[in-house]
């Protein structure tokens, strides 16, 4: 047992700048939560209340346990686009009767509930989350489909969304429908490929073609209850297995199917009993520099975090530039990798590689928490092999299959985005706090390369440089980029799983792990070709 | 020589017998009834016999199997406790005729007394005071109030008073059909009705040498229904009047010897304080009680004696010393029953979870003398402990709560702080009312009178102890507390804060009824910076657990106290039983019934149904399935407590169920039967409403 020493002063100038730098991007980041939970509005959700309709929030939070937990997932979807923040759907992991869920709901108040570009990603990171952790899925449904106008980006790409359905149905993974309204054209397939469907009377409306659709098709004259009635659909056509008598008898019902699950996870439990951190996660506000050129020692996030703050350090003294070690984290066992001067040398980059393997051979889970501003270049770094040691944590990364989170707490720039396990290397969950930037490199940087590059073309053809026109371009180039390597850019964009307050991290954590370990952890021998 | 008793009867005065009986060395038999199976007197018994079924008739009424399970027990003797067939002459004289020792007067003192007619003839005739008798033919105007009396009748059952003249007739009739079913004989007589009279009887003793006691006057005038529920000793009237405790006594001891009493019995007078009925504090003799009575421990604990060992030295024939030691201190005793005072005193029935009694110094026994080591302080004698299921055929009295300490104002401060802090969970009680009654002015000025309650308003004084704020802070702990413990319970996840959202958006809900108006809703969310109780702004959480809630509350609503002053930290502790939540602090106790998150539409009651207000057993019923009924007309009539309630149609329609059938038992809420207000008659083919 290593207990962590916390040298942060809180009483500090430094301390106090970054708190209130922390406090000033919080609230931006939760008045634009604000405006996913407001949904489509007060008018429409008077509207729809009106009609005796729970919103999405509510339904959500009749379903899961009283007073559990629940981890709502990519809330700033589509922020930045045309539509509106959260993609018109809320996705979560909740704990129905003890069995950890991901939940996946329809917003009817924001455009019907239609599905656009965002809404089908973020759901289909709600379905990868399922499939990969092993968390049974219970679908929310009330949506009148896809989005129109912008069908070309849904509608081929959009059968994943059934697809993910029956797979998870044949990996075992139970599936559940619960049908408040809407479920037509395409959207019947999500009753249609789930174990169990639950439907209301007089709400449900499942079918393929409706009244006008049929009548162009076929000339039939029909009406919505007998295409797509509940009452019919659980008399007659037996895609109902249950008729609620209204939706929180839905929800009733739909907490009693999955109480029948009879759910085992599969991983390891944890400890019955965990030493809350010695410091205060208040103090997590504080850690962070807002100007990001300057250092931090993950070591005080560690030490806020982990069990104890209980942190056994591996390889203290070699590659100093990244932290490894062992901790707990809500009584789960946790490998953590956390950059601590930003650069990874060759040294950081072969100590990470051997880390994730020893790791690998324990069964741990993996923690990145990024502050990188990428693999060192220059001559004696490349001489020195730093592109087969980066590539050799990029292996060791890729190939390792104990699971990961990330959490970007500052910088996480060029390939030490990778190495650290970024989006695209498929950590279980990626997280960013609101300090954190994420691009190839840092925009002064880029738009530096870009003159350099600029004046040698210049230089190149004996042209004149043209200094104004170089600055504006610098500019511009810079505040793009600095806008684009944003939390709530990246967010938008479903780069990561949400933005989180820094003193939540310990609780998102924990929900986490709790929710990795529904499924095996099992780590490989079985890497890369690591060149040497 | 006196070995082994049996006491025929059950509940508080079966232990109570047993406790002395154990002090004393003797083997102890009780006997019970099906529903009494699991009752604490039983297994407080050496040995138990069963009687089979549960009403009295087939059970504890029952001579010959009471006498039956004494010979098969090897029981040399019985006592018969109070009620039941304690004052049953016949019973007396079989239990001698078996050749066991009968715990009770001779059989010749309970036949004089049997009839309240013949006993008064017999009293007046001795010197002792006695209220004209009136007969009910001969009644006049001049006459009013009066009271109807069963002849046969004790314990305030079948008396009915009469204010008008026109309703006489009707309420001698009614009172003499009640005394048919419930003492076998229909004779009732009329006396003149005392409005403010006051209940004091004298507890005496007296050996088969001659030897008669006045132990001390007992005052029980606060009533319900002719029934006590608060009684002392000594008397404060008696205490304040002159040379009254004398005459009394005098008059008791002359009644006692008049009729050749042996062992404890009680003489009941109606005192007069304002001279209505003649002198100023003139007292007239109402009845002789030939058994031990509910309220003996008041005059255990002033004298210090055990009556029911006396009761046992009597019956074994032991001397009685010459005189009873003096009295000391005062002594009151409140009757806990499960029932509803502001319902028409319906009683309950149902599981006591919970009973237990705060600075409880003595079970059964006096607690020692002021000033003695170990006293004063309480006295429990409780029939239930926790988990006892109160069943729906016997008198629904739980325990007796008894203060003793050197003035009356302590022990009415001691009681009621006993009472008021007693855990009592699962039944409705009258402990508000005692409560509220304990700390009335009036009771405290000792002016206290059979009409207490009419005069100082029942619906006052069975208000519910804690203020409609109280129990919506209790609700809150109530909330707190569950949250805790689903999160205790919780299998995943248990150890995340509770209610965490990273995105938070509703607060958590629950929704309690208080039996009492609109539910109350409660929603909370616990924030980096705390509990946050909506509508509740300054309210801040303590601690929460599962069991106890401290919360710091404002103390004054209007924030007129500044600043940290004005807060109050307040502890409130939580106990549950399914949806039962019950909150005890300070405030008040407060029961809960948590709402579902959900309700389960197959278990919803159908539009138009009779429940059973109060357990009890049908009598009659009104109409049959398919017969179309009117808004009003009585469907079903039940009887409990030995009173009748009709449960009428709630609106015009056709019964369509009846669940029901005549000498039926039902629980509280059954399905008696459902009037539909839509359904076509299936006699007449009409719809309600319509002209047959």
Same mark, same amino acid.
């Given at each position: 047992?290593?207990?962590?020493?916390?040298?942060?002063?809180?009483?500090?100038?430094?301390?106090?700048?970054?708190?209130?730098?922390?406090?000033?991007?919080?609230?931006?980041?939760?008045?634009?939560?604000?405006?996913?939970?407001?949904?489509?509005?007060?008018?429409?959700?008077?509207?729809?209340?009106?009609?005796?309709?729970?919103?999405?929030?509510?339904?959500?939070?009749?379903?899961?346990?009283?007073?559990?937990?629940?981890?709502?997932?990519?809330?700033?979807?589509?922020?930045?686009?045309?539509?509106?923040?959260?993609?018109?759907?809320?996705?979560?992991?909740?704990?129905?009767?003890?069995?950890?869920?991901?939940?996946?709901?329809?917003?009817?108040?924001?455009?019907?509930?239609?599905?656009?570009?965002?809404?089908?990603?973020?759901?289909?990171?709600?379905?990868?989350?399922?499939?990969?952790?092993?968390?049974?899925?219970?679908?929310?449904?009330?949506?009148?489909?896809?989005?129109?106008?912008?069908?070309?980006?849904?509608?081929?790409?959009?059968?994943?969304?059934?697809?993910?359905?029956?797979?998870?149905?044949?990996?075992?993974?139970?599936?559940?429908?619960?049908?408040?309204?809407?479920?037509?054209?395409?959207?019947?397939?999500?009753?249609?490929?789930?174990?169990?469907?639950?439907?209301?009377?007089?709400?449900?409306?499942?079918?393929?073609?409706?009244?006008?659709?049929?009548?162009?098709?076929?000339?039939?004259?029909?009406?919505?209850?007998?295409?797509?009635?509940?009452?019919?659909?659980?008399?007659?056509?037996?895609?109902?297995?249950?008729?609620?008598?209204?939706?929180?008898?839905?929800?009733?019902?739909?907490?009693?199917?999955?109480?029948?699950?009879?759910?085992?996870?599969?991983?390891?439990?944890?400890?019955?009993?965990?030493?809350?951190?010695?410091?205060?996660?208040?103090?997590?506000?504080?850690?962070?520099?807002?100007?990001?050129?300057?250092?931090?020692?993950?070591?005080?996030?560690?030490?806020?975090?982990?069990?104890?703050?209980?942190?056994?350090?591996?390889?203290?003294?070699?590659?100093?530039?990244?932290?490894?070690?062992?901790?707990?984290?809500?009584?789960?066992?946790?490998?953590?990798?956390?950059?601590?001067?930003?650069?990874?040398?060759?040294?950081?980059?072969?100590?990470?590689?051997?880390?994730?393997?020893?790791?690998?051979?324990?069964?741990?889970?993996?923690?990145?928490?990024?502050?990188?501003?990428?693999?060192?270049?220059?001559?004696?770094?490349?001489?020195?092999?730093?592109?087969?040691?980066?590539?050799?944590?990029?292996?060791?990364?890729?190939?390792?299959?104990?699971?990961?989170?990330?959490?970007?707490?500052?910088?996480?720039?060029?390939?030490?985005?990778?190495?650290?396990?970024?989006?695209?290397?498929?950590?279980?969950?990626?997280?960013?706090?609101?300090?954190?930037?994420?691009?190839?490199?840092?925009?002064?940087?880029?738009?530096?390369?870009?003159?350099?590059?600029?004046?040698?073309?210049?230089?190149?053809?004996?042209?004149?440089?043209?200094?104004?026109?170089?600055?504006?371009?610098?500019?511009?180039?810079?505040?793009?980029?600095?806008?684009?390597?944003?939390?709530?850019?990246?967010?938008?964009?479903?780069?990561?799983?949400?933005?989180?307050?820094?003193?939540?991290?310990?609780?998102?954590?924990?929900?986490?792990?709790?929710?990795?370990?529904?499924?095996?952890?099992?780590?490989?021998?079985?890497?890369?070709?690591?060149?040497? | 020589?006196?070995?082994?008793?049996?006491?025929?009867?059950?509940?508080?005065?079966?232990?109570?017998?047993?406790?002395?009986?154990?002090?004393?060395?003797?083997?102890?038999?009780?006997?019970?009834?099906?529903?009494?199976?699991?009752?604490?007197?039983?297994?407080?018994?050496?040995?138990?016999?069963?009687?089979?079924?549960?009403?009295?008739?087939?059970?504890?009424?029952?001579?010959?199997?009471?006498?039956?399970?004494?010979?098969?027990?090897?029981?040399?003797?019985?006592?018969?406790?109070?009620?039941?067939?304690?004052?049953?002459?016949?019973?007396?004289?079989?239990?001698?005729?078996?050749?066991?020792?009968?715990?009770?007067?001779?059989?010749?003192?309970?036949?004089?007394?049997?009839?309240?007619?013949?006993?008064?003839?017999?009293?007046?005739?001795?010197?002792?005071?006695?209220?004209?008798?009136?007969?009910?033919?001969?009644?006049?105007?001049?006459?009013?109030?009066?009271?109807?009396?069963?002849?046969?009748?004790?314990?305030?059952?079948?008396?009915?008073?009469?204010?008008?003249?026109?309703?006489?007739?009707?309420?001698?009739?009614?009172?003499?059909?009640?005394?048919?079913?419930?003492?076998?004989?229909?004779?009732?007589?009329?006396?003149?009705?005392?409005?403010?009279?006051?209940?004091?009887?004298?507890?005496?003793?007296?050996?088969?040498?001659?030897?008669?006691?006045?132990?001390?006057?007992?005052?029980?005038?606060?009533?319900?229904?002719?029934?006590?529920?608060?009684?002392?000793?000594?008397?404060?009237?008696?205490?304040?009047?002159?040379?009254?405790?004398?005459?009394?006594?005098?008059?008791?001891?002359?009644?006692?010897?008049?009729?050749?009493?042996?062992?404890?019995?009680?003489?009941?007078?109606?005192?007069?304080?304002?001279?209505?009925?003649?002198?100023?504090?003139?007292?007239?003799?109402?009845?002789?009680?030939?058994?031990?009575?509910?309220?003996?421990?008041?005059?255990?604990?002033?004298?210090?004696?055990?009556?029911?060992?006396?009761?046992?030295?009597?019956?074994?024939?032991?001397?009685?010393?010459?005189?009873?030691?003096?009295?000391?201190?005062?002594?009151?005793?409140?009757?806990?029953?499960?029932?509803?005072?502001?319902?028409?005193?319906?009683?309950?029935?149902?599981?006591?979870?919970?009973?237990?009694?705060?600075?409880?110094?003595?079970?059964?026994?006096?607690?020692?003398?002021?000033?003695?080591?170990?006293?004063?302080?309480?006295?429990?004698?409780?029939?239930?402990?926790?988990?006892?299921?109160?069943?729906?055929?016997?008198?629904?009295?739980?325990?007796?709560?008894?203060?003793?300490?050197?003035?009356?104002?302590?022990?009415?401060?001691?009681?009621?702080?006993?009472?008021?802090?007693?855990?009592?969970?699962?039944?409705?009680?009258?402990?508000?009312?005692?409560?509220?009654?304990?700390?009335?002015?009036?009771?405290?000025?000792?002016?206290?009178?059979?009409?207490?309650?009419?005069?100082?308003?029942?619906?006052?004084?069975?208000?519910?102890?804690?203020?409609?704020?109280?129990?919506?802070?209790?609700?809150?702990?109530?909330?707190?507390?569950?949250?805790?413990?689903?999160?205790?319970?919780?299998?995943?996840?248990?150890?995340?804060?509770?209610?965490?959202?990273?995105?938070?958006?509703?607060?958590?809900?629950?929704?309690?009824?208080?039996?009492?108006?609109?539910?109350?809703?409660?929603?909370?969310?616990?924030?980096?910076?705390?509990?946050?109780?909506?509508?509740?702004?300054?309210?801040?959480?303590?601690?929460?657990?599962?069991?106890?809630?401290?919360?710091?509350?404002?103390?004054?609503?209007?924030?007129?106290?500044?600043?940290?002053?004005?807060?109050?930290?307040?502890?409130?502790?939580?106990?549950?039983?399914?949806?039962?939540?019950?909150?005890?602090?300070?405030?008040?106790?407060?029961?809960?019934?948590?709402?579902?998150?959900?309700?389960?539409?197959?278990?919803?009651?159908?539009?138009?149904?009779?429940?059973?207000?109060?357990?009890?057993?049908?009598?009659?019923?009104?109409?049959?399935?398919?017969?179309? !009924? #009117?808004? @009003? $007309? =009585?469907?079903? +009539?039940?009887?409990?407590?030995?009173?009748?309630? *009709?449960? /009428?149609?709630? %609106?015009?329609?056709?019964?369509?169920?009846?669940? !029901? #059938?005549? @000498? $039926? =038992?039902?629980? +509280?809420?059954?399905?008696?039967?459902?009037?539909? *207000?839509? /359904?076509?008659? %299936?006699?007449?083919?009409?719809?309600?409403?319509?002209?047959?």
């Amino acid at each position: 047992m290593s207990v962590l020493r916390s040298a942060l002063d809180t009483g500090s100038g430094a301390y106090a700048a970054a708190a209130a730098a922390m406090r000033d991007k919080l609230a931006e980041i939760e008045a634009e939560h604000a405006k996913a939970i407001a949904g489509g509005g007060p008018e429409r959700l008077d509207r729809h209340r009106r009609r005796g309709k729970l919103t999405a929030r509510e339904r959500i939070e009749l379903l899961v346990d009283a007073d559990s937990p629940f981890l709502e997932l990519c809330p700033l979807a589509a922020w930045g686009s045309e539509f509106a923040v959260g993609a018109s759907i809320v996705t979560g992991i909740g704990v129905v009767e003890d069995t950890e869920c991901v939940i996946v709901a329809n917003d009817p108040t924001v455009r019907g509930g239609t599905s656009n570009p965002w809404t089908m990603r973020k759901s289909l990171r709600a379905n990868d989350i399922a499939m990969r952790n092993r968390l049974p899925i219970i679908s929310l449904v009330e949506s009148g489909g896809a989005d129109l106008p912008t069908q070309k980006e849904v509608f081929i790409p959009g059968g994943r969304l059934f697809r993910d359905l029956t797979r998870a149905s044949a990996k075992g993974i139970p599936t559940i429908a619960l049908v408040f309204g809407n479920s037509t054209a395409g959207g019947a397939y999500v009753p249609g490929m789930s174990d169990h469907t639950v439907m209301i009377n007089g709400r449900s409306k499942v079918f393929l073609g409706g009244p006008p659709l049929v009548k162009m098709a076929t000339g039939e004259e029909s009406d919505d209850e007998s295409l797509g009635g509940a009452e019919m659909h659980a008399r007659t056509s037996g895609l109902a297995d249950y008729l609620a008598a209204d939706e929180r008898d839905a929800i009733r019902i739909g907490r009693l199917i999955v109480k029948r699950l009879n759910w085992r996870k599969r991983g390891p439990a944890p400890r019955a009993t965990v030493a809350e951190p010695l410091y205060s996660a208040g103090e997590l506000l504080g850690v962070v520099p807002p100007d990001l050129k300057v250092p931090f020692d993950p070591r005080e996030v560690i030490a806020r975090i982990a069990d104890g703050s209980d942190f056994d350090e591996f390889k203290p003294l070699y590659g100093p530039s990244l932290v490894t070690g062992w901790a707990e984290l809500h009584g789960y066992p946790l490998g953590i990798l956390a950059n601590a001067r930003g650069v990874l040398f060759s040294a950081e980059a072969q100590k990470a590689a051997q880390f994730i393997q020893l790791a690998n051979r324990s069964g741990t889970s993996l923690l990145f928490l990024h502050n990188t501003t990428g693999y060192m270049v220059g001559r004696e770094y490349e001489q020195g092999g730093i592109i087969k040691h980066g590539a050799m944590m990029i292996n060791a990364v890729t190939n390792s299959t104990v699971p990961h989170i990330s959490v970007l707490i500052g910088a996480s720039y060029g390939a030490g985005h990778y190495g650290m396990c970024g989006r695209a290397y498929d950590p279980r969950f990626l997280f960013a706090w609101p300090s954190a930037k994420a691009a190839v490199m840092g925009g002064v940087q880029l738009a530096g390369v870009m003159s350099i590059i600029g004046r040698a073309a210049a230089a190149a053809r004996g042209a004149p440089f043209d200094e104004e026109a170089d600055a504006v371009m610098r500019a511009m180039v810079e505040n793009q980029i600095e806008a684009e390597s944003l939390p709530l850019f990246l967010s938008g964009l479903l780069y990561d799983d949400g933005v989180i307050d820094p003193r939540d991290t310990r609780t998102v954590l924990g929900a986490c792990l709790s929710a990795i370990h529904s499924a095996p952890v099992q780590g490989t021998a079985n890497f890369g070709v690591f060149r040497m | 020589m006196l070995t082994s008793v049996l006491v025929a009867n059950r509940g508080e005065i079966a232990r109570r017998v047993f406790a002395t009986c154990r002090r004393m060395g003797l083997s102890t038999v009780a006997v019970f009834s099906d529903a009494d199976a699991a009752s604490p007197h039983v297994a407080d018994a050496d040995t138990a016999v069963r009687l089979p079924g549960s009403a009295p008739a087939e059970t504890y009424l029952r001579g010959e199997l009471l006498i039956g399970a004494a010979l098969a027990s090897g029981a040399g003797a019985i006592h018969p406790g109070y009620g039941f067939l304690s004052e049953n002459a016949g019973f007396a004289k079989a239990v001698l005729d078996a050749g066991l020792v009968w715990i009770g007067p001779p059989v010749r003192a309970i036949e004089l007394m049997g009839s309240k007619v013949e006993a008064k003839k017999l009293m007046g005739g001795a010197g002792v005071p006695v209220l004209a008798g009136l007969d009910p033919a001969d009644v006049t105007g001049a006459d009013l109030p009066v009271l109807i009396k069963a002849s046969a009748g004790g314990g305030g059952r079948g008396m009915r008073v009469v204010r008008e003249l026109a309703g006489l007739a009707g309420q001698i009739e009614a009172a003499r059909r009640e005394a048919r079913s419930a003492f076998g004989d229909p004779t009732v007589f009329c006396e003149p009705y005392l409005e403010n009279g006051r209940h004091i009887e004298v507890q005496v003793m007296a050996d088969r040498h001659g030897t008669v006691w006045a132990v001390g006057e007992r005052e029980c005038s606060i009533q319900r229904r002719h029934q006590k529920v608060i009684e002392e000793a000594p008397s404060p009237l008696v205490e304040r009047t002159a040379g009254m405790r004398e005459r009394l006594f005098e008059a008791a001891r002359a009644a006692v010897k008049a009729i050749g009493y042996e062992g404890a019995g009680t003489v009941e007078f109606l005192a007069d304080e304002r001279g209505t009925a003649g002198e100023r504090g003139g007292f007239y003799f109402l009845e002789c009680n030939t058994r031990i009575q509910v309220e003996h421990p008041v005059t255990e604990c002033t004298t210090g004696l055990d009556l029911v060992r006396l009761q046992l030295q009597a019956a074994a024939g032991d001397p009685l010393p010459p005189g009873p030691p003096a009295a000391r201190g005062h002594s009151i005793e409140a009757r806990l029953y499960a029932e509803d005072p502001a319902r028409d005193w319906r009683p309950h029935s149902g599981t006591v979870h919970r009973l237990e009694v705060p600075g409880v110094v003595t079970e059964f026994a006096p607690p020692a003398e002021p000033g003695a080591p170990g006293g004063p302080g309480v006295r429990l004698d409780s029939g239930v402990a926790g988990g006892s299921f109160v069943p729906v055929h016997y008198d629904p009295m739980l325990a007796k709560v008894i203060s003793y300490a050197a003035t009356r104002g302590e022990a009415a401060r001691l009681l009621a702080s006993a009472l008021a802090r007693a855990k009592v969970h699962g039944l409705a009680t009258n402990r508000d009312l005692l409560v509220r009654v304990l700390r009335h002015p009036a009771f405290l000025a000792g002016d206290t009178d059979t009409a207490f309650f009419a005069r100082h308003g029942l619906d006052a004084l069975a208000r519910p102890l804690a203020s409609p704020e109280s129990v919506e802070l209790s609700a809150i702990a109530a909330a707190l507390a569950d949250a805790a413990a689903n999160r205790r319970d919780a299998r995943v996840d248990g150890g995340l804060p509770s209610g965490w959202r990273n995105v938070p958006a509703e607060a958590q809900l629950k929704t309690f009824g208080s039996g009492h108006g609109a539910d109350i809703e409660v929603r909370y969310r616990f924030t980096r910076d705390g509990l946050r109780v909506e509508g509740h702004d300054r309210l801040s959480l303590v601690s929460a657990a599962p069991e106890l809630v401290v919360l710091d509350v404002p103390g004054d609503a209007r924030g007129e106290v500044p600043g940290e002053a004005g807060v109050v930290r307040r502890r409130f502790e939580v106990a549950r039983y399914g949806a039962l939540t019950c909150v005890d602090s300070p405030l008040g106790p407060v029961s809960l019934i948590q709402r579902p998150r959900f309700a389960d539409p197959s278990a919803q009651v159908s539009a138009g149904s009779l429940l059973a207000p109060i357990p009890g057993t049908v009598t009659r019923v009104g109409a049959w399935v398919g017969d179309r !009924v #009117t808004a @009003g $007309q =009585p469907i079903v +009539v039940l009887e409990a407590m030995k009173m009748e309630h *009709a449960i /009428a149609a709630p %609106a015009a329609g056709v019964l369509t169920a009846l669940d !029901v #059938t005549v @000498g $039926q =038992p039902v629980e +509280v809420g059954a399905v008696l039967a459902i009037v539909d *207000a839509t /359904a076509r008659s %299936a006699v007449d083919g009409t719809q309600p409403g319509e002209p047959a």
